[in-house]
């Protein structure tokens, strides 16, 4: 399904790549809170395609329409529906894909759960496309949970093989977060962003395509708040993140590389600085028993390469059940990770504001 | 919170660590189910301490005491409670941990959580011990993917820095799964099993402890289950497996080393074998689009190294906010990657059964 | 909140009635449905106001517009948007009520839940004109129901004391259902329905309102469907039939005339026909242990008068705390039970076919 | 399901009536909560049976033992769990109920929903006994929202024809609901009491069986609590309170009776007394649009006579398919309702707690 909820906030995500429109329904913000439209609409621009060589070339101003949930520019407590009408279709490239499976993609598995009653075009409801609306709701909790005091930010921390430095998780500030966000490519080392764009439109000139890493941080979020077990933060926020398409993996603090560390190495000691009780280190990523214990949350989360290649590649008819070949038409991005960046901030600030209300 | 469950099947998991007891209360199990009692017991006793030189010293037999929902051997459909008493308790090893923080443990995060009212002995409710009643409710839920033809099995991949050979992921087999579940040490190479070993035993050895990787595998799991977005397979599977202590990752399929693929590399061409549709490789893991491919579903689980150890730590007091120093006491695994196979397999085995029913 | 579901199926509506439009998403309904749009258009002009004296003034024409997970005719299987621009409004009729509290109306209490940021024209999110989308949502899964050979229908049982004739609860056919959602005035008797209209256009004369209960019964359910204790048939009804504004009970079978029954006479005693198994009488109303029996499922709403009457009322000024007078303006229903017989017909559908996917 | 929650508090029921023991896990209580066990003991007594003419002669002293989630009389936060043994159980009574249907009872609806093999004995998971958990949950909740200012209280308002005295909606106190929970048969007017006592004896005695209205009142919940369409505080107690079985009816303020009065009638006139604003009457049952007033809570809820009367009754033997005769044998209470008013007290208590965590 394409609601996501928990306690008191929740949200419906609807629309295919080529219909009407996309959109998305949250209920359950708090009434009064300010939201600024125009840093929504910055917010939606740093997802929105057509900009530079390393996106599709399909032009969607995805300017958010408000239908309902706000007045005078505050929520009113009552759900909000924001709808992006599409424009930019092409749908005749996609004609093939109703009895052929692109590699990678969702189409058979689709064809298999829809009874090939799904929509094809652009990847219907499977399309990249859908975390649009995903960026509109985060978007807005970013704001709210701005007005907590809490900053979520996000760059990217390797294309393929190129890495950005990562975040100091234990110093991380709410400065340095916004610093990035207003980059066009959002990494911290701008050298190293150089060389992705490079690495990504080699990848794109040899018809191929690339996949990275996102880190993503809250700084801010206060100590004490999730639960054990099933209700844990790493629970809620990866329930959020895998909804975001080509996403393989999360982790958390050390994450994998916590597995390579000893337990003198990977504890994080306690201390007090400036009377405030932390940790030296933040390898539990902000976390410790599904708890915030009041440093940054740090989470990684992995993006496999973009599946369209507009390669020759083998696959199957699946309603003939033949071999063949396919080439995949359409406009796609060589690598979706620079745009994924503002849909990891806005999966992990709707499921942080959700541990707060 | 300790309860967990979608649709029609849910889990409520409850107890402390040297409380009365804990257990499982397993709700929407299908009716008419036989429950091989010897299997299940066998299952848990994968998991129960006091066994080797690589897990605590605290003995527990952990025989499931089943209060409801069987009868003659049989699931009645009616919610399934299974409880195990505690025995070997050393609660006076503890008293310290109510006003001092053990780095690596949610002994802080707990006190703020809760306000100071929470059980600490032996960790309370965060006690790696509940894992027992998850075990639980996994082994029957692996019995009922096997009456429907789908086998659940895991090994260690690796301990710190020494590996296990991987599954392959578009070959493996029922069989393969089920002769790991059989060894006492679960790795496919018996070799890298010896070489674990003794990595725990020196960092035991050391007062130190290390932590791992397991690797997950379910064959036979039908196609076309799952959803797009926020109900698929992923974002199913994850939200149960961050639940088990000491868990800071999780990746399907290639995971995090699909970033360092290109698109032609990662993507996996279909073809049909024995008349069926299938894929070349399996770098996605059983999972596009959050639904099923009818390929093995592939996942890997990163174990934190155990925060418990023998050591003179830096920490603080919480109650008095003043540094201090702590050594741990208790009994503790080196290494919970062992015991952590069948809560793997038994999160992933009820996460998979859920999407079933 | 404005979701409503359980398991695979579930709405989410928004809107406030004075905003720029109304609407719903479902997502759940499965794929390649046709979705028949005049029959849903008739049924949305069944809840449409406008129409006859016995409604509010307000004319709007409430078509839906179907944003996504519909093509070519069929449900897609992704989440399907509608919405209804609003049109005709009339805000200024409501300025008073920032902060004078409407006696029977949710203007105080919304007021304190949202801190008076909420949006009060036409009542905002608490409008009856909220049940519109909650009629699309139930048209839909009233049509896919019928796929299903169950048919959903509805009448009103009584306005204040005129009485229609009940639905024989052990023999209520399809047709019957059918022929009523045919008529102008969903009544059994059109002599009762005469002297219901009377009564409530002598209300209105004298600046008054009346209530009513609507029955609905739903036919071809099948037997064995539905949970004990709390994921009952009852229990899953009363939780969207309590959604409608203005409800204030809801009863099963017999419901409050069982309480007077003994237990001879409300038993109701299984015996053979057509070689399948049924009941002699339905005071059960086809729930049996929060399963149904396979007998039609009957229920009863009650629906409390109209708060909104133009006479004098006294009241208090909810900002500065002090008594006063007030004259409800803007138009409204003297009597909600002629256009509330759709939105239980819809809500019953919604949750009756919630119990089948 | 057995399982019942919002948000972070959350109860899973488990047991059947002849089976080992019966209990409930609740998940979410507020840690550091005193629980006085004696009045839970009090309070679970209330329900108890084997204490008077009105009642089962089936003894159970049904003394909850809690096994987790409570430390030195407080609540830990962590999931509660409490058992009761099983012991007088006379399981030979029930063997021909499981081809035999009795009139009025789940068995035929059962055995279809878990193709015959749900535990019969008793009724199973379907008995009135699992009220007993319910019980243990409420009372604690009780306990947890009398912390809080809030009294919840339930009397007998008819059985049959016989009427005890309405309480007041607008004006009843805590001491008045408090008053009747020591009586022994609840009511207000022991007079109508006693006729009451009179009519079921009268009923047992010619093998019949009675039903009644249970009113219940909450005193003291916080204004501007709930919200409107779904998650409104009527759908929220309804959603639990038709899980007591034998539930036919609910009905909130003037529930029925409001469909025969006219606006004029049945609108609460605002007032301010003692600096607050308040209703001048309560036919609003203290929710507007789903959200609290203010005012006391109030709620009748309908109970339909036992269904286990020990005349000769006609039925079919459900796996033959012929028709037959049944006289039900075992010990079964002529009339539910003096013993379901802890129970009704108890469903209200939880879920209004679960509007406040």
């Known amino acids: 399904m394409s609601v996501w909820g928990r306690n008191n906030l929740k949200l419906s995500i609807f629309g295919e790549s080529h219909g009407a429109a996309i959109g998305v329904v949250i209920d359950g913000l708090s009434a009064g809170e300010p939201i600024d439209m125009e840093e929504l609409k910055a917010f939606c621009a740093r997802r929105a395609p057509g900009k530079s060589s390393t996106s599709t070339k399909r032009k969607e101003a995805d300017i958010p329409q408000i239908l309902s949930g706000m007045l005078n520019g505050k929520t009113t407590g009552a759900p909000l529906c924001a709808v992006i009408q599409n424009s930019d279709t092409h749908s005749q490239d996609y004609d093939n894909l109703k009895t052929t499976a692109r590699p990678g993609h969702a189409d058979y598995t689709a064809f298999l759960r829809y009874s090939g009653a799904n929509d094809v075009r652009g990847s219907g409801h499977f399309s990249g496309r859908l975390t649009a609306p995903l960026v509109i709701a985060g978007g807005i909790a970013k704001q709210l949970l701005r007005h907590r005091g809490i900053e979520v930010g996000a760059h990217i921390l390797s294309v393929q093989n190129v890495k950005d430095r990562a975040f100091d998780a234990a110093t991380v500030t709410a400065q340095e977060l916004l610093k990035i966000q207003g980059k066009e490519f959002p990494v911290i080392d701008d050298q190293s962003g150089e060389m992705m764009i490079q690495q990504i439109e080699m990848a794109a000139k040899h018809l191929n395509s690339l996949g990275g890493v996102v880190e993503c941080c809250a700084v801010g979020f206060p100590a004490g708040v999730g639960s054990p077990m099933f209700d844990g933060i790493e629970n809620i926020l990866s329930s959020i993140l895998f909804g975001i398409p080509a996403v393989k ?9 916590a597995t390579r560390m000893t337990g003198a190495e990977n504890n994080d000691y306690y201390c007090i600085r ?16 599904g708890i915030s214990s009041g440093m940054p949350i740090t989470m990684r989360v992995a993006f496999k390469p973009t599946p369209s290649i507009s390669r020759t590649q083998r696959t199957v008819n699946f309603v003939t059940k033949e071999e ?6 359409g406009r796609h991005d060589p690598c979706v990770v620079p745009r994924a960046v503002p849909c990891v901030e806005a999966a992990a600030a709707f499921a942080l504001l959700s541990l707060l209300v």
Not at 324 to 329: D, F, M, S
């Open 249 to 257: 993996g999360v982790e958390f603090g050390a994450g994998f590389d």
């Open 274 to 289: 400036d009377g405030e009780i932390c940790t030296e280190t933040n390898n539990h990523g902000g976390i410790l028993g």
């Open 324 to 329: 063949c070949e396919l080439v995949v038409k």
